[in-house]
């Protein structure tokens, strides 16, 4: 296994950063996790200009485009061509001396590298979730590397012995502390609308996609906590979560939501497995 450094192919226990790379030093950095089913990418294309619009966003100019042939050469080095992969690749402002004030000769830092993961048999899985209120900043369209707020979450549901946590923005709910997250009341489907709050999820569109090619009707509407009662289906998407059911969410110890149908989930997983395979 190798992982791409600053233009060099390193060995993970020989690949190192300064100490004064501000990835390190501030989260000032970017990422991207880009889905490769049986040696092929998934969504590719679409992963490069969210990762293009991060860059833009936080002003580091670089060509994200320029990363593809990295991409397929990280999962041809990892041994990754038959396999489900994801590649990561992480872009840090560079390391200078520790100050808020942008050097102005500063080297944009380069990390990429290919993982294997489990993407088969994601449509046999349920989770029980818990809520809690989204405590992250109003910028979570950018990829940003500063996920305090996304690992403080999570880990206070894993401990707490549920799979993700959803996470609630003035009483209404946002999305996944890493994953996205969509609602289904009177069979019309609901997803918070692209903007601040989220993050544009990939597989999010592709959902809202194959929503289309099903004449299943979608409103991009942010659904709120006491409309619990009226929902019917509820589920989570992501690059490796693929689309799974939600069974229950639990609110302040209280089970506020138990999963009342599954039929549009599973039409939804469905086409998802025909897209992907
Ligand atoms: N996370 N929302 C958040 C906050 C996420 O972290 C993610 C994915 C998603 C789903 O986006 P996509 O479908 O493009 O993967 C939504 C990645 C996989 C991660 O941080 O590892």
Request: aromatic fraction near 12%; include cysteine; proline fraction near 2%.
């Amino acid at each position: 296994k190798e992982v791409y450094l600053n233009g060099k192919w390193l060995k993970p226990d020989e690949a190192f950063v300064s100490v004064f790379d501000r990835a390190f030093m501030f989260g000032d950095g970017i990422y991207e996790v880009t889905p490769f089913y049986k040696g092929k990418g998934f969504k590719l294309k679409e992963h490069l200009k969210r990762l293009q619009y991060s860059l833009d966003q936080i002003q580091i100019t670089f060509d994200a485009f320029s990363l593809e042939k990295l991409m397929l050469e990280a999962i041809d080095r990892a041994g990754l061509h038959n396999a489900d992969a994801a590649v990561y690749i992480q872009l840090s402002r560079g390391a200078g001396a520790r100050s808020h004030f942008v050097p102005e000769k500063i080297e944009t830092s380069i990390l990429l590298y290919a993982f294997g993961v489990t993407l088969e048999g994601f449509e046999k899985k349920t989770w029980h979730v818990m809520a809690s209120e989204d405590k992250r900043w109003y910028r979570c369209d950018i990829k940003s590397t500063a996920l305090l707020a996304n690992v403080m979450a999570n880990e206070a549901a894993i401990s707490a012995g549920f799979h993700e946590n959803l996470l609630l923005r003035n009483g209404y709910f946002t999305e996944g502390s890493h994953s996205s997250l969509f609602f289904v009341k009177y069979g019309v489907v609901y997803t918070h609308p692209e903007g601040p709050e989220i993050l544009s999820g990939i597989t999010r569109a592709e959902v809202i996609n194959i929503c289309a090619s099903l004449n299943i009707k979608v409103i991009e509407k942010t659904v709120h906590f006491d409309e619990l009662v009226e929902v019917e289906e509820v589920f989570v998407t992501g690059t490796t979560t693929q689309i799974i059911p939600i069974s229950s969410i639990t609110h302040h110890n209280k089970k506020v939501y138990t999963t009342r149908k599954d039929s549009l989930t599973k039409k939804l997983q469905e086409v998802f497995i025909k897209r992907t395979r």
